[in-house]
């Protein structure tokens, strides 16, 4: 059976991302993702990559040692945060003041 054309004025569902926020001592990194697994599979990695410059000890397994890191580097300023947002789509009202000749 054909469905219905959806109208010009209907808005699309809104798309969920996730914001991954790295700070560390050198600056923030942002990175956008799809999917909330692509994010935590980030803060994998960054632990992964950093955990022997930071500590002696052996690191946890895969499934630890993002939120290990982390918990661990915050006495070091160091975060890692994400952030579950919708795409927005529709327009923004414009805040930019009125040209003086468009009164």
């Known amino acids: ?13 809104p ?3 996730w914001v991954a926020i790295y700070e560390h001592p050198h600056g923030t ?7 909330e697994h692509q ?10 990559e950093w955990w022997s410059h930071a500590f002696e000890d052996d690191p946890p ?3 630890e040692i993002g939120a290990d890191y982390f918990e661990r580097m915050l006495e070091r300023d160091e975060f890692f945060t ?3 947002c919708e795409v927005e789509t529709a327009p923004c009202a414009s805040t ?3 040209p003086p000749g468009d009164l």
């Not at 059976?1 to 569902?13: V, Y």
């Not at 994010?39 to 992964?48: E, S, V």
């Open 1 to 13: 059976m054909p469905t219905a054309p959806q109208s010009a004025s209907a808005s699309p569902a």
């Open 96 to 98: 930019a003041p009125t």
């Open 61 to 63: 397994p895969d499934d």
């Open 82 to 84: 994400t952030q579950e």
């Open 29 to 35: 990194d942002v990175h956008v993702f799809a999917h």
């Open 39 to 48: 994010a935590l599979r980030l803060r994998t990695d960054l632990a992964k």
């Open 15 to 17: 798309q969920r991302v």
